[in-house]
Structure formats: structure tokens, C-alpha cells
């Protein structure tokens, strides 16, 4: 039983890093050069309006990785 816990863990890890890492890739390709191309004034009217979202989606991103990535280690 405790083998098919740590494997359950090992893939929900290897997931859950697999999307954080296509987030952040896919934030450092298409987000951050449109964010460095825009206007300051455009890109701040673009980040207020977008201030909840972007954390909404990266925050469990990040902590379900780096919590799965722990629990499996434990």
C-alpha cells in the first residue's frame, strides 16, 4: 500500500512540475516579451486589469509543485 502512495505521489509530482515548469516557460516566451514591448502606460493598464488572475493561476501552480515535490521527498 505505502508503494502505490509514493508512486501516486512521484507522478502527481512529476505533473504538477511539468506544469510549472510549461507555465513559466510559456510566461518567459510569450508574456514578458509582449509585457517589455508594450508602452509603460499599456502594460500597467494591462497588469491592473489582469492583478488578480495572473496570481490566482501561478500561486497554486507553485505551491502544488514545490508541496508535492516535498511530500514525495518525505
Excluded: C, D, H
Amino acid at each position: 500500500m505505502m508503494n502505490a502512495v509514493s508512486t501516486g505521489l512521484q507522478i502527481l509530482s512529476a505533473g504538477a512540475v511539468a506544469v510549472y515548469a510549461g507555465s513559466m516557460l510559456t510566461e518567459g516566451a510569450v508574456l514578458v516579451p509582449s509585457w517589455r514591448a508594450a508602452p509603460p502606460a499599456e502594460f500597467l493598464s494591462w497588469y491592473a486589469a489582469n492583478t488578480r488572475p495572473l496570481p490566482g493561476y501561478f500561486g497554486p501552480v507553485t505551491w502544488l509543485a514545490g508541496l508535492l515535490s516535498l511530500a514525495r521527498i518525505g
